[in-house]
């Protein structure tokens, strides 16, 4: 239950990451041809835009991260839990009175 939730968030966090790049390069292309036609007010607005979507990128990365570290740490308590060997009803040998 808590490794699903933990695989959404970071499938949302590797969404928007994609977004965020797909908006950088709409924002690029559009950059270059303000550049190319002299309109100083369009490339400063879409340069100051790129600044921070290049801001925001990292936070999501960092997000990313955190959230793939927690879901490994889950996936191993969860393949340890279920190596253990389970009581059965006490008869000896089960690994109760060992």
Same mark, same amino acid.
């Given at each position: 239950?808590?490794? *699903? ?8 966090? *590797? %969404? ?8 950088? %390069? ?24 790129? %600044? ?10 960092? &997000? *990313? ?10 996936? $191993? ?8 060997? $389970?009581?059965?009803? &006490? ?8």
């Amino acid at each position: 239950m808590r490794a *699903a939730v933990i695989e959404e968030k970071l499938d949302d966090a *590797a %969404r928007k990451i994609a977004v965020l790049n797909q908006q950088f %390069r709409d924002l690029k292309r559009l950059y270059n041809a303000a550049v190319e036609n002299d309109k100083f007010a369009l490339y400063c607005s879409y340069h100051m835009q790129m %600044r921070l979507l290049l801001e925001v990128k990292p936070m999501y990365y960092q &997000y *990313a991260c955190i959230e793939a570290e927690e879901l490994h740490r889950v996936q $191993t308590e969860i393949e340890k839990a279920q190596a253990r060997p $389970t009581a059965c009803s &006490y008869s000896p040998g089960c690994g109760v009175f060992d």
